[in-house]
């Protein structure tokens, strides 16, 4: 049979409690990794002593390989760059030159998910999303206003200023047309009128 013995995450030796390596039959108790670990690294060793440097290792990482792998010499097993979920490593031994395996070892493992891909991080995004779209069509909105009154105050300004340009002309008029009445006036007196007019004339003229 063959033991789990050891586990190094990111090749510093991680302690795991004597009961996490009790066995069940051939089973581990499950572990848990942090989602940090880039380097997954098993210690383990044949319980076939007599044989212990002929030893042979096949093996197989359910959720990262799709066959078996081997057979290795080393006793010790290295993964990188997990993706975070749950695995099973399925591990036997047999002596060099024979066929027989031995019965298979069994450790389940849970890669822990990372705070970025948890639902809570998703929340998170999806508020952010949703301030920052309301920003954005909030800003939008603002300046379409603001350029729509701003049209609008030059369009009464143009307004304004014609009409007093219109009322300004018509003063002109009315006033050359007074002045001309005035000049006919003045043509029409008699001197001696004319002097006692010319004050009054002068007077509405003002």
């Known amino acids: 049979d063959v033991l789990f013995t050891g586990v190094y995450l990111d090749n510093q030796e991680e302690r795991i409690p004597e009961e996490k ?13 942090p989602s940090s670990t880039r380097v ?7 319980l076939d002593y007599a044989y212990a440097d002929m030893i042979l290792y096949e093996y197989m990482l359910e ?6 792998q081997g057979p290795v010499s080393q006793s010790q097993l290295s993964f990188t760059n997990l993706d975070y ?7 036997k031994a047999k002596v060099e030159g024979s066929e027989v395996l031995s019965n298979e070892s069994v ?14 991080a998703f929340a998170a995004y999806g508020l952010v999303f949703v301030i920052v779209f309301y920003m954005l069509v909030s800003f939008r909105f603002k300046r379409k206003a603001a350029l729509a009154e701003a049209k609008r105050m030059k369009e009464l300004d143009n307004i304004k200023s014609k009409y007093f340009d219109n009322v300004s002309h018509e003063l ?13 006036l003045k043509d029409a007196f008699s001197e001696r009128d004319k002097t006692r007019f010319d004050k009054s004339l002068d007077i509405l003229s003002r």
Do not use: H, M
């Open 21 to 33: 390596f009790r066995y069940v039959g051939n089973e581990t108790a499950p572990l848990i990794v």
């Open 40 to 46: 997954l690294t098993f210690d383990l060793v044949s």
């Open 172 to 184: 002109r008029t009315q006033l050359t047309l007074i002045n001309g009445i005035q000049g006919s």
């Open 107 to 120: 450790l389940k493992f849970t890669i822990l998910t990372p705070w970025y891909v948890t639902s809570w």
């Open 63 to 68: 959720g990262f390989d799709k066959y078996w």
């Open 85 to 91: 979920g749950k695995y099973t490593l399925r591990v």
